[in-house]
C-alpha cells in the first residue's frame, strides 16, 4: 500500500516540482454522477520560468487565450472535449484565474490544453484511446502565450482539489556571466540542433517525451544577450548553445557550449533537455578569442576558451520516504566547481506544520540560507495532503586541492530524514593561468601550442577525452608515449613551491633558471629519446606522483602521469572519399596475443602492441550503422586510406613507400599473420552484444591482455570501404562490413608466382559481416595484368609494433 502511494506521489510530485512557483488558472465540469450539473472550478497554476525569482504577472505577461478541456475515462477512452474562449477565462487578483467546464458523464479524468488547437486525431488514437502523449507540434514557440498541459481525476473534484498545474510543453536557456569578466562582453547567443517538435502530453517529468525525434532546429538570429530562448524538450548530446561576444573589445568571435553535468571524476555527463526547464549558462572564465563564425563553432566541439557552469533551475526531487501522516523528498546529488561556494538543494514536505531541519557531516558546508518556499497544491491521483516546496542554499569554502570532496546534507522533517550528496570539484589546475604546462619534443607543434599543454589538448588533440576512450579519464595528466618517447614537460615554478615524486620512472628537477619544474621519463636520456619501452603504466595506480603544493597560495596539485599511448598528427596524404581524417589524435596501446604458425608449421603465441583505434579515429568505440544506440559513432571508423600506388608490375612487388608512410613511429600497418594469428586464438571474434537499450547487434572486438583491468577489449568497427580514382569520384561500397587493410601481399603460394605481373597488386585484408569473418584479398587499384587502370580501393587500417 505504501510502495504504491509512494510512487503516486513521486510522479504527481515531480510534475509539481519541475513546475516549481507559479502565474496562475482556471477550470469547471458537470454532468457526471455527483459532478454538480452547472460544472466544477479548477485553479489552474503556471509554473515558475524565470530566473531565480518567483513569477508574478508584471515580469511574465504570460497568457491563456484558450482551453481545450479533453474527457476519458476509466480505460482511457476518449469521451470528448469542450473549448473554452478568454472571455470566459476570470484572472483572479492573485495570478490565478478561473474557468467553468462541465464534465462528460463517464468522465474518469480530466486533460487540460492551452493555447493550442486540438483535433480529433490529437485526442484520440485509432482505437479511440487517449493520443496526447503522441500528439505533436512543430509550430514556432510562443513565451506569452505558452502551449501548456496538465491532467486532474474527477475523484479529485469531488474532494475538493481543484487545482491543476499546467505545465510547458518546452524549456528554454539563457546566458549571463560572472561580474569579475570585465574584458569580455556577450552580445547574443542561440541554441541550435534542439528537437523540431514536442509532444503537448508527456507520460515522464523526468526523459524526454520523443527520444529518437530530428534534432535539426536552428534559429535564424541570436537572442540578445539577456534574452531567453524557448526550445522543445530534447534527447542528451543533441543540442549546443553559441555564443556570441567580444574579447577584449575586439571583433564579434563566437563560442560553442555543451550542456553537460560534471562528475566527481572529472568527466562529463550529457544532459537531456527537459520540458518546463530552465537552463541557465553561466560563463565563468574566458581564455581566447572564439571562432570567426557560428558554423565554424558550431562545427567543433566544444573547448576551453571559456568556462561555464550550467544550472537547471529546479533540481528534480528523486528519493522520497512516507510515515503513516506525511511525506518527505529530495533531489539527487549535486555537483559543483571547486571555487563554487555556493549550492542549491530542493526538497518538499507535507508535514503539516512545514518545520525541517538541516545538518551537514561536512566542515566545508558551513551553513544554509533559506531561498524560497512554495506551497504545492494537491496533484491529479495524489492522496496525500498538500506540501511546500523548498529551495536553500547551502554556503561552502573554496576547495584548494586537486581532488574533489563529498559530504552530506541531511534534511529533517518531523520523524522522516533523507541525505542529499553535495560533491565539490577540485581545483582546475590544468587551465589556471599561473601553471600553464609546457609540452616540448612533440614534433609538428606551433610555439603556442607548446606553451599552453592542457590547451592545446583540449582543442586539437581528438580522442582523449573520457567521452572518447569509454569513460576513462586521459586528459588530466602528462602523457610519456609508448615505444619511442620524444617528449617531456615544462611546469611553472611558483615562489614556495614544494615539489614531491615518489614514481622512479619519472624524474623531477627543477631547471637553472628556477622557471620551471622538468619532468621528464626516467629511461630517457638528456641526448636521446629512442628507448623502446611498452610497458603501460599509470602513476596514480601505485604512486603519488608529482605533487606541488605551494606554501603561500595553499594550492596543492597533483599530476598524474600516463605510459599508455602516444600522439600523432595524421595527413590528408593517402585518403580516399568526400570526408577525411586530419590533425592531432591520441591512440592507446593494449596487448593483444596471436597464434602464429612459424616456419617449421609449429604454432606459438606471440604477443603484439596493438593500437586501440583505427587510424586517425577520434574514439575507440564501436560503430554500426543500424543500430540505433552506435549509428552515431562514425568517428570510431577513422580514415580510408589506399595502401600502395604502385604505377606497374615491378614497383607493385617493393614499393611499400604508402605503407611506411602510415606508421606512427614503430606502429605499422599490421599484416596477415598478426589478424589472422588473433582470430586462431579466438581473440578477434564477432560476439552478439546488447545496447542499453536492449537492442542487439554483432559486435567484432579483439580480447586484450588487459582483461582484468583497465581495457579489457578494443573493436573493429563496421565501415565498408571506397572506390575511386579521386575523391569526387570514390563510391562507397559494403556499410555493413568491418574492413581493414593489411601491409600483407597475397603470395605466391596463396594466389601467384612472384614471376607473375599480377604479383603485389593483391593485399589481403579483414572482411566480418554478419556472423561471417574471415581474411580476404582484393587488388588494391583497378586493372589486369600488371597494369594501373588508376581506380582504388582504400580500407581503414590498424597499426601494430611487435
Given at each position: 500500500?505504501?510502495?504504491?502511494?509512494?510512487?503516486?506521489?513521486?510522479?504527481?510530485?515531480?510534475?509539481?516540482?519541475?513546475?516549481?512557483?507559479?502565474?496562475?488558472?482556471?477550470?469547471?465540469?458537470?454532468?457526471?454522477?455527483?459532478?454538480?450539473?452547472?460544472?466544477?472550478?479548477?485553479?489552474?497554476?503556471?509554473?515558475?520560468?524565470?530566473?531565480?525569482?518567483?513569477?508574478?504577472?508584471?515580469?511574465?505577461?504570460?497568457?491563456?487565450?484558450?482551453?481545450?478541456?479533453?474527457?476519458?475515462?476509466?480505460?482511457?477512452?476518449?469521451?470528448?472535449?469542450?473549448?473554452?474562449?478568454?472571455?470566459?477565462?476570470?484572472?483572479?487578483?492573485?495570478?490565478?484565474?478561473?474557468?467553468?467546464?462541465?464534465?462528460?458523464?463517464?468522465?474518469?479524468?480530466?486533460?487540460?490544453v492551452a493555447n493550442a488547437e486540438i483535433t480529433e486525431s490529437d485526442a484520440k488514437d485509432d482505437n479511440g484511446k487517449i493520443n496526447l502523449y503522441n500528439a505533436v507540434r512543430r509550430t514556432d514557440i510562443d513565451l506569452n502565450a505558452p502551449v501548456c498541459w496538465g491532467s486532474i481525476t474527477v475523484t479529485d473534484l469531488l474532494s475538493g482539489k481543484t487545482s491543476l498545474t499546467l505545465v510547458r510543453q518546452f524549456a528554454k536557456a539563457s546566458v549571463t556571466k560572472d561580474a569579475s569578466l570585465t574584458n569580455f562582453e556577450i552580445t547574443g547567443f542561440k541554441i541550435v540542433n534542439t528537437a523540431l517538435s514536442g509532444t503537448i502530453a508527456t507520460r515522464s517529468f523526468s526523459e524526454v517525451a520523443l527520444s529518437s525525434v530530428a534534432c535539426t532546429a536552428k534559429p535564424d538570429n541570436f537572442a540578445t544577450a539577456t534574452g531567453e530562448q524557448p526550445f522543445y524538450e530534447t534527447p542528451a548530446d543533441k543540442a549546443c548553445m553559441i555564443i556570441k561576444a567580444k574579447y577584449y573589445n575586439g571583433p564579434e568571435t563566437y563560442y560553442k557550449v555543451a550542456f553537460q553535468t560534471k562528475n566527481p571524476d572529472g568527466t562529463f555527463t550529457p544532459m537531456a533537455l527537459l520540458r518546463n526547464h530552465h537552463y541557465q549558462v553561466k560563463v565563468t572564465a574566458v581564455n581566447h578569442a572564439g571562432y570567426s563564425s557560428a558554423d565554424e563553432a558550431e562545427a567543433n566541439p566544444p573547448e576551453n576558451r571559456l568556462s561555464v557552469v550550467v544550472v537547471d533551475d529546479n533540481p528534480p526531487i528523486v528519493d522520497m520516504i512516507a510515515c503513516k501522516d506525511y511525506e518527505l523528498g529530495v533531489c539527487g546529488k549535486q555537483t559543483v566547481d571547486g571555487n563554487v561556494?555556493?549550492?542549491?538543494?530542493?526538497?518538499?514536505?507535507?508535514?503539516?506544520?512545514?518545520?525541517?531541519?538541516?545538518?551537514?557531516?561536512?566542515?566545508?558546508?558551513?551553513?544554509?540560507?533559506?531561498?524560497?518556499?512554495?506551497?504545492?497544491?494537491?496533484?491529479?491521483?495524489?492522496?496525500?495532503?498538500?506540501?511546500?516546496?523548498?529551495?536553500?542554499?547551502?554556503?561552502?569554502?573554496?576547495?584548494?586541492?586537486?581532488?574533489?570532496?563529498?559530504?552530506?546534507?541531511?534534511?529533517?522533517?518531523?520523524?522522516?530524514?533523507?541525505?542529499?550528496?553535495?560533491?565539490?570539484?577540485?581545483?582546475?589546475?590544468?587551465?589556471?593561468?599561473?601553471?600553464?604546462?609546457?609540452?616540448?619534443?612533440?614534433?609538428?607543434?606551433?610555439?603556442?601550442?607548446?606553451?599552453?599543454?592542457?590547451?592545446?589538448?583540449?582543442?586539437?588533440?581528438?580522442?582523449?577525452?573520457?567521452?572518447?576512450?569509454?569513460?576513462?579519464?586521459?586528459?588530466?595528466?602528462?602523457?610519456?608515449?609508448?615505444?619511442?618517447?620524444?617528449?617531456?614537460?615544462?611546469?611553472?615554478?611558483?615562489?614556495?613551491?614544494?615539489?614531491?615524486?615518489?614514481?622512479?620512472?619519472?624524474?623531477?628537477?627543477?631547471?637553472?633558471?628556477?622557471?620551471?619544474?622538468?619532468?621528464?621519463?626516467?629511461?630517457?636520456?638528456?641526448?636521446?629519446?629512442?628507448?623502446?619501452?611498452?610497458?603501460?603504466?599509470?602513476?596514480?595506480?601505485?604512486?603519488?606522483?608529482?605533487?606541488?603544493?605551494?606554501?603561500?597560495?595553499?594550492?596543492?596539485?597533483?599530476?598524474?602521469?600516463?605510459?599508455?599511448?602516444?600522439?600523432?598528427?595524421?595527413?590528408?596524404?593517402?585518403?580516399?572519399?568526400?570526408?577525411?581524417?586530419?590533425?592531432?589524435?591520441?591512440?592507446?596501446?593494449?596487448?593483444?596475443?596471436?597464434?602464429?604458425?612459424?616456419?617449421?608449421?609449429?604454432?606459438?603465441?606471440?604477443?603484439?602492441?596493438?593500437?586501440?583505434?583505427?587510424?586517425?579515429?577520434?574514439?575507440?568505440?564501436?560503430?554500426?550503422?543500424?543500430?540505433?544506440?552506435?549509428?552515431?559513432?562514425?568517428?570510431?571508423?577513422?580514415?580510408?586510406?589506399?595502401?600502395?600506388?604502385?604505377?606497374?608490375?615491378?614497383?607493385?612487388?617493393?614499393?611499400?613507400?604508402?605503407?611506411?608512410?602510415?606508421?606512427?613511429?614503430?606502429?605499422?600497418?599490421?599484416?596477415?599473420?598478426?589478424?589472422?594469428?588473433?582470430?586462431?586464438?579466438?581473440?578477434?571474434?564477432?560476439?552478439?552484444?546488447?545496447?542499453?537499450?536492449?537492442?542487439?547487434?554483432?559486435?567484432?572486438?579483439?580480447?586484450?591482455?588487459?582483461?582484468?583491468?583497465?581495457?579489457?577489449?578494443?573493436?573493429?568497427?563496421?565501415?565498408?570501404?571506397?572506390?575511386?580514382?579521386?575523391?569526387?569520384?570514390?563510391?562507397?561500397?559494403?556499410?555493413?562490413?568491418?574492413?581493414?587493410?593489411?601491409?600483407?601481399?597475397?603470395?605466391?603460394?596463396?594466389?601467384?608466382?612472384?614471376?607473375?605481373?599480377?604479383?603485389?597488386?593483391?593485399?589481403?585484408?579483414?572482411?566480418?559481416?554478419?556472423?561471417?569473418?574471415?581474411?580476404?584479398?582484393?587488388?588494391?587499384?583497378?586493372?589486369?595484368?600488371?597494369?594501373?587502370?588508376?581506380?582504388?580501393?582504400?580500407?581503414?587500417?590498424?597499426?601494430?609494433?611487435?
Amino acid at each position: 500500500m505504501y510502495i504504491k502511494k509512494l510512487t503516486i506521489w513521486l510522479f504527481m510530485l515531480l510534475s509539481v516540482v519541475l513546475a516549481a512557483c507559479s502565474d496562475i488558472r482556471d477550470i469547471v465540469g458537470g454532468d457526471t454522477p455527483d459532478v454538480p450539473s452547472d460544472g466544477v472550478v479548477l485553479t489552474l497554476k503556471l509554473p515558475n520560468f524565470t530566473k531565480n525569482t518567483v513569477a508574478t504577472r508584471a515580469n511574465e505577461q504570460q497568457q491563456i487565450n484558450k482551453l481545450c478541456v479533453l474527457c476519458y475515462d476509466a480505460e482511457a477512452n476518449y469521451l470528448g472535449m469542450s473549448n473554452i474562449t478568454g472571455a470566459d477565462i476570470k484572472p483572479n487578483d492573485d495570478g490565478t484565474c478561473k474557468v467553468k467546464v462541465k464534465v462528460m458523464e463517464g468522465t474518469a479524468t480530466l486533460h487540460v490544453v492551452a493555447n493550442a488547437e486540438i483535433t480529433e486525431s490529437d485526442a484520440k488514437d485509432d482505437n479511440g484511446k487517449i493520443n496526447l502523449y503522441n500528439a505533436v507540434r512543430r509550430t514556432d514557440i510562443d513565451l506569452n502565450a505558452p502551449v501548456c498541459w496538465g491532467s486532474i481525476t474527477v475523484t479529485d473534484l469531488l474532494s475538493g482539489k481543484t487545482s491543476l498545474t499546467l505545465v510547458r510543453q518546452f524549456a528554454k536557456a539563457s546566458v549571463t556571466k560572472d561580474a569579475s569578466l570585465t574584458n569580455f562582453e556577450i552580445t547574443g547567443f542561440k541554441i541550435v540542433n534542439t528537437a523540431l517538435s514536442g509532444t503537448i502530453a508527456t507520460r515522464s517529468f523526468s526523459e524526454v517525451a520523443l527520444s529518437s525525434v530530428a534534432c535539426t532546429a536552428k534559429p535564424d538570429n541570436f537572442a540578445t544577450a539577456t534574452g531567453e530562448q524557448p526550445f522543445y524538450e530534447t534527447p542528451a548530446d543533441k543540442a549546443c548553445m553559441i555564443i556570441k561576444a567580444k574579447y577584449y573589445n575586439g571583433p564579434e568571435t563566437y563560442y560553442k557550449v555543451a550542456f553537460q553535468t560534471k562528475n566527481p571524476d572529472g568527466t562529463f555527463t550529457p544532459m537531456a533537455l527537459l520540458r518546463n526547464h530552465h537552463y541557465q549558462v553561466k560563463v565563468t572564465a574566458v581564455n581566447h578569442a572564439g571562432y570567426s563564425s557560428a558554423d565554424e563553432a558550431e562545427a567543433n566541439p566544444p573547448e576551453n576558451r571559456l568556462s561555464v557552469v550550467v544550472v537547471d533551475d529546479n533540481p528534480p526531487i528523486v528519493d522520497m520516504i512516507a510515515c503513516k501522516d506525511y511525506e518527505l523528498g529530495v533531489c539527487g546529488k549535486q555537483t559543483v566547481d571547486g571555487n563554487v561556494l555556493k549550492a542549491t538543494v530542493t526538497f518538499v514536505t507535507t508535514k503539516p506544520d512545514f518545520k525541517y531541519n538541516v545538518k551537514s557531516n561536512a566542515d566545508w558546508i558551513t551553513g544554509y540560507t533559506e531561498k524560497e518556499s512554495v506551497v504545492l497544491p494537491t496533484s491529479a491521483g495524489h492522496p496525500s495532503p498538500t506540501g511546500r516546496q523548498y529551495t536553500i542554499e547551502l554556503s561552502l569554502t573554496e576547495n584548494f586541492e586537486s581532488a574533489a570532496h563529498t559530504g552530506t546534507v541531511t534534511i529533517t522533517s518531523g520523524d522522516l530524514s533523507l541525505d542529499v550528496e553535495i560533491t565539490q570539484l577540485g581545483y582546475d589546475f590544468r587551465h589556471d593561468d599561473k601553471r600553464k604546462v609546457q609540452i616540448r619534443g612533440l614534433a609538428g607543434l606551433s610555439s603556442d601550442d607548446e606553451a599552453d599543454y592542457f590547451l592545446w589538448m583540449d582543442t586539437s588533440l581528438k580522442g582523449i577525452s573520457p567521452a572518447e576512450n569509454q569513460g576513462r579519464v586521459r586528459n588530466d595528466g602528462l602523457h610519456f608515449f609508448v615505444g619511442k618517447n620524444t617528449v617531456y614537460y615544462l611546469i611553472p615554478y611558483i615562489d614556495k613551491d614544494d615539489m614531491t615524486c615518489n614514481d622512479p620512472r619519472v624524474t623531477v628537477k627543477l631547471d637553472s633558471d628556477k622557471k620551471f619544474w622538468e619532468v621528464r621519463l626516467a629511461n630517457n636520456s638528456d641526448e636521446s629519446y629512442n628507448v623502446n619501452n611498452y610497458n603501460r603504466w599509470i602513476s596514480n595506480e601505485a604512486f603519488t606522483i608529482i605533487t606541488i603544493t605551494n606554501a603561500r597560495t595553499k594550492i596543492t596539485v597533483t599530476y598524474p602521469v600516463y605510459h599508455v599511448g602516444l600522439f600523432a598528427q595524421l595527413t590528408t596524404n593517402y585518403q580516399l572519399g568526400k570526408s577525411k581524417a586530419s590533425g592531432w589524435r591520441y591512440y592507446e596501446m593494449v596487448d593483444v596475443e596471436a597464434k602464429v604458425t612459424k616456419k617449421d608449421g609449429t604454432t606459438e603465441n606471440k604477443i603484439y602492441h596493438m593500437l586501440d583505434r583505427n587510424l586517425g579515429a577520434t574514439n575507440n568505440g564501436y560503430y554500426s550503422p543500424s543500430t540505433t544506440a552506435l549509428k552515431d559513432n562514425k568517428g570510431a571508423i577513422g580514415g580510408y586510406f589506399k595502401i600502395s600506388e604502385a604505377d606497374n608490375s615491378n614497383s607493385a612487388k617493393t614499393d611499400d613507400h604508402v605503407v611506411k608512410a602510415l606508421a606512427i613511429g614503430d606502429f605499422k600497418v599490421c599484416d596477415n599473420m598478426c589478424l589472422q594469428g588473433l582470430i586462431d586464438n579466438n581473440n578477434l571474434a564477432i560476439v552478439e552484444e546488447k545496447t542499453h537499450y536492449g537492442e542487439v547487434y554483432n559486435c567484432l572486438r579483439i580480447n586484450t591482455e588487459d582483461m582484468d583491468r583497465d581495457i579489457p577489449e578494443i573493436f573493429i568497427p563496421m565501415s565498408g570501404y571506397y572506390e575511386g580514382k579521386n575523391d569526387e569520384d570514390a563510391v562507397y561500397k559494403d556499410s555493413y562490413h568491418a574492413n581493414l587493410w593489411t601491409c600483407s601481399r597475397l603470395s605466391d603460394y596463396q594466389g601467384f608466382s612472384e614471376k607473375s605481373p599480377e604479383y603485389g597488386f593483391w593485399y589481403l585484408y579483414l572482411d566480418a559481416f554478419g556472423k561471417s569473418l574471415n581474411m580476404s584479398n582484393y587488388r588494391f587499384v583497378s586493372g589486369s595484368s600488371g597494369k594501373n587502370k588508376g581506380r582504388y580501393r582504400a580500407m581503414p587500417v590498424r597499426l601494430v609494433a611487435e
